[in-house]
């Protein structure tokens, strides 16, 4: 409000689907603050943290849990802007958008209830030794909070919302695909939290974030993105041991097929973990083990299915393959394919090209080696790279040697065989799931991966204890405090 800087255009990936309508398609603008508005904002953080008006670390839990409560009301209001922006800024359909949205107020929702078990059992008298200790949670100090593109509103708020609730105060840096969509939520923001406690800054992360690293005054960094981008922000900060960070960043998580698995099942299972949201989920499969006797009959009813899935825009109803927001990404995904098939693979279905504009059509690569690409980069989009084992070793072994180690399916109708997989995966990855896809849903299971996958874990509850730490108020025992 009230911005005469310059400001960024923003053109929606809806308009780069077509080749058709030259005219590019403005949605909204935001403000491109400079440094110095950035260094403002930390002032404001770290002066509301450490005495601002209003206090807002030291309000009480039942504070802090009225005003979240009338932030929510708030934020229902601006619904149907917010799914708007969820469609026209990133191109997810509308379903998705909607999901999105209400499974953010029923996080928060949840949250607020895991704060009040917290409360009741974290903070609580004890005495040792003749020392009567109080312990309580407390919180970290400023939070910078950065979500990724494919859940602006969603994953942001995986870290927003128990960053605050705990009594941090925080800035916000929305993603550039997903920036406009906060627009509605700045009045609630403004009206119910106290000045300084939340600030959002809008503009060129390259500029603005190093900055406010190299202050050495951010506590925390929750991001939810890359794990090149988490490297670089923890170089900036001169003290790495003041630093703690909250990571949600890439995965490469297999799905593993094995002989009697129903392919009904683990056709559609595959379809959604692969595809939804054009592959665009950290949480995707993104390469497919499969048993060598029943690959071709998989690979036939998988491309089948594949070539069903409605491509459009993302309001149109029934609507799965829709615009990808990234510039460049389909000339990446080409890319991935054209080595794959130099290298050998196939292309199984009628896919594996740009279609226009932002519009990439699935392919599924087939037989994919290690000499590929795919086989080894996380490609955030609808190309799938399958193999055929024979030894059951080969998956884990891929699992065992990944950068990553977040998720992975296993497909099978033998308990014994599949529950013999089980351990020596989980030593690998976070969760394993079984004749299901990948996902990081229910919120309030833990969510996060070894190696370059995570750092700290988000879940419902286990996020309220990352962005805070555990204290002692602590006194000699006399006949007066023991009472
Ligand atoms: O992009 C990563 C998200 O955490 C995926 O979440 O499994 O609920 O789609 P999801």
Redesign the pocket.
């Known amino acids: 409000r009230n911005w005469d800087g310059p400001r960024q255009e923003v053109l929606s990936p809806v308009w780069v689907a077509t080749d058709k309508d030259p005219s590019p398609f403005f949605i909204g603008e935001y403000p491109l603050l400079t440094q110095a508005e950035s260094q403002q904002a930390l002032d404001a953080a770290v002066a509301a943290y450490n005495h601002g008006r209003g206090f807002w670390p030291t309000l009480s839990v039942s504070q802090r849990i009225e005003h979240m409560e009338t932030f929510t009301f708030r934020m229902m209001e601006e619904k149907d802007r917010v799914v708007r922006f969820l469609m026209w800024e990133v191109g997810k359909p509308l379903q998705d958008s909607i999901k999105e949205f209400d ?1 953010t107020i029923q996080y928060i929702k949840e949250t607020l209830a895991a704060l009040k078990d917290l409360d009741r059992t974290g903070s609580r008298f004890t005495i040792e030794e003749k020392i009567i200790g109080q312990i309580r949670r407390a919180p970290l100090g400023v939070v910078l909070c950065m979500g ?1 593109f ?2 602006p509103l ?2 942001t708020f ?1 870290t927003l919302i128990p960053a605050l609730v705990m009594g941090n105060t925080v800035i916000l840096k929305p993603p550039k695909h997903g920036a406009l969509l906060y627009a509605p939520l700045l009045n609630a923001f403004c009206d119910v939290f106290p000045k300084g406690v939340i600030n959002i800054i809008y503009g060129q992360g390259r500029e603005m974030i190093p900055p406010l690293m190299a202050s050495g005054q951010i506590n925390v960094l929750g991001l ?1 993105g890359t794990s090149r981008t988490a490297n670089e922000l923890k170089k900036q900060h001169p003290y790495p041991n003041r630093l703690r960070c909250v990571l ?1 960043l890439e ?1 490469k998580n297999p799905a593993i097929i094995l002989n009697g698995a129903d392919l009904d099942l683990t056709v559609k299972e595959c379809i959604l973990g692969c595809l ?2 054009n592959g ?5 499969l993104k390469i497919l083990f499969v048993e060598q006797p029943i690959a071709q009959e998989f690979l036939d009813r998988f491309a089948a299915a594949m070539n069903e899935l409605v491509v459009g825009m993302p309001w149109k109803e029934g609507v799965f393959v829709t615009p990808m927001p990234e510039k460049g990404k389909a000339d990446y995904l080409r890319a991935l394919v054209s080595d794959a098939v130099e290298k050998g693979a196939g292309i199984v279905n009628n896919g594996g090209a740009r279609v226009c504009g932002s519009f990439f059509s699935p392919a599924i690569l087939y037989p994919v080696t290690h000499k590929m690409r795919v086989f080894h980069e996380e490609q955030f989009g609808p190309v799938i790279p399958v193999l055929a084992f024979t030894d059951i070793k080969d998956p884990i072994e891929y699992m065992i040697h990944s950068n990553y180690g977040q998720q992975v399916s296993i497909f099978g109708n033998d308990p014994d065989q599949v529950a013999e997989m089980i351990d020596p995966l989980v030593n690998q990855v976070c969760r394993v799931n079984i004749n299901c896809q ?4 229910p919120d309030t299971f833990p ?1 996060t991966g070894r190696k370059d996958s995570a750092e700290g874990t988000l879940s419902v509850s286990d996020a309220l204890r990352v962005f805070s730490i555990r204290t002692l108020v602590a006194a000699k025992e006399t006949d007066q405090n023991k009472k």
């Not at 990948?438 to 849903?441: E, F, M």
Request: proline share 5%.
């Open positions: 499974r990724p494919n859940y969603n994953e995986t939810i949600g995965a939804s949201f665009q989920r950290c949480t995707a990948c996902q990081r849903g969510f």
